[in-house]
């Protein structure tokens, strides 16, 4: 293990030593910040943990990550149309602010009374977009939530919201234009709403990386999307991806082939933010070693404040810990920093290396 921690200290460094050439703007062409911040995140679900929602939120501050992926299911919300139901994640953010922990809120998940018949993408829009309205009213910039709650701080109100987790894998893949289009339909609701409830919202929009074994998928979900809604990368704000790469090495990189898909459209220069990026140490297919999840993640955090500074402007590694692990769920059960029962692996230890250097600079 002490070999281990040598060789990701190294690596951390050299991966920081290479962020002061990317701050000039070198590498990968984009939208650039003269003095780019990479937000540094965790996905963990904390709520999912009930009563232990706060020990969840206190490792993602031990991690160093300041920022963590939350989950507000419209499920959990409107169980029945037209019904809020909002106390449990009044909890989520309240214990988040009394850590000082930033939350991006994904806006996902179907109701039952929403579902269509092959359990695709809904087709209520127009209920969407009034769920993202009233969530980005609750804990958006000037929430009730914050007005409610004095002590917590609303400076750590969000202003970011993703809008929906990968509707490109959706239900059975019969005809990818009609998940675009429904996809196309559930953003032009969700903006209009939420920015109706605050002009001081952004949304990110889900671009398809995530397979980045199949050549070409990046420019496929763009260009159906893009049929779909001509204009709907110009409503958004940024840009939601995935790029995982499972069992291909990091110079395969999934970023590349959407930052070509995105110039072949002339697309708007987006900030992206990699809302999920992880390797599996599950012992099937598609799943690394424990030190080489170390390695990668120590890797590509260099690579982005590298090559994309500036363009790349968050990163949400998945997952903080381990799911239950069966057989039809071992590689993904087993993408976390930390053991299910909470033993760190090498990854954690890349990770808070990582962030604390990045806090340094």
């Known amino acids: 293990m002490r070999a281990v921690v040598v060789v990701i200290a190294a690596l951390v460094a050299v991966a920081l030593a290479a962020a002061g050439c990317g701050d000039s703007g070198s590498g990968s062409a ?26 969840e939120q206190d490792l993602i501050r031990r991690s160093g990550a300041r920022w963590l992926r939350e989950e507000i299911q419209w499920s959990l919300v409107e169980p029945r149309r037209g019904a809020r139901r909002w106390k449990p994640y009044d909890r989520l953010f309240a214990g988040a602010s009394a850590r000082h922990l930033r939350v991006l809120p ?21 209920a969407y977009g009034a769920f993202v309205r009233d969530a980005v009213a609750r804990y958006g910039p000037g929430g009730s939530f914050w007005r409610a709650h004095p002590q917590s701080d609303a400076g750590l109100a969000p202003v970011w919201f993703e809008l929906w987790n990968e509707p ?39 671009l398809d ?6 050549p070409g998928v990046a ?18 704000d940024g840009i939601a991806a995935h790029p995982y790469n499972i069992g291909l090495g990091l110079e395969e990189n999934a970023l590349d ?28 297919g598609g799943c690394v070693t424990a030190e080489r999840q170390a ?3 120590t890797a590509f955090l260099g690579m982005v404040r590298a090559r994309y ?38 990854a954690w230890s890349a990770f808070r290396q990582f962030a604390s250097r990045l806090a340094e600079r």
């Open 30 to 55: 984009g939208a650039r910040d003269a003095n780019p911040v990479l937000r540094l995140g965790l996905v963990a679900n904390t709520l999912g943990y009930g009563t232990a929602m706060g020990r």
């Open 106 to 126: 994904l806006l996902s998940d179907t109701p039952p009374w929403a579902q269509t018949p092959n359990h695709r993408l809904p087709m209520r829009t127009a």
């Open 168 to 206: 490109y894998l959706v239900g059975p893949v019969v005809d990818d234009q009609l998940a675009a289009d429904r996809y196309a339909a559930l953003v032009r609701a969700g903006i209009d709403g939420g920015r109706g409830a605050s002009a001081k919202a952004r949304f990110l929009v889900a």
């Open 209 to 214: 990386t995530s397979a980045a074994g199949h």
């Open 219 to 236: 420019e496929r979900w763009l260009s159906r999307l893009l049929q779909a809604d001509p204009e709907i990368l110009e409503r958004a």
């Open 257 to 284: 082939e959407l930052e070509v898909a995105l110039r072949a459209h002339q697309a708007p220069e987006l900030p992206i933010w990699v809302t999920e990026i992880g390797w599996s140490t599950c012992d099937v």
């Open 295 to 297: 390695r990668n993640t």
């Open 309 to 346: 500074a500036g363009r790349v402007q968050a990163v949400f590694v998945y997952r903080l810990r381990d799911l239950k692990v069966t057989a039809d769920f071992a590689r993904e059960g087993a993408f976390g920093l930390l053991e299910r029962d909470g033993r760190p692996k090498p």
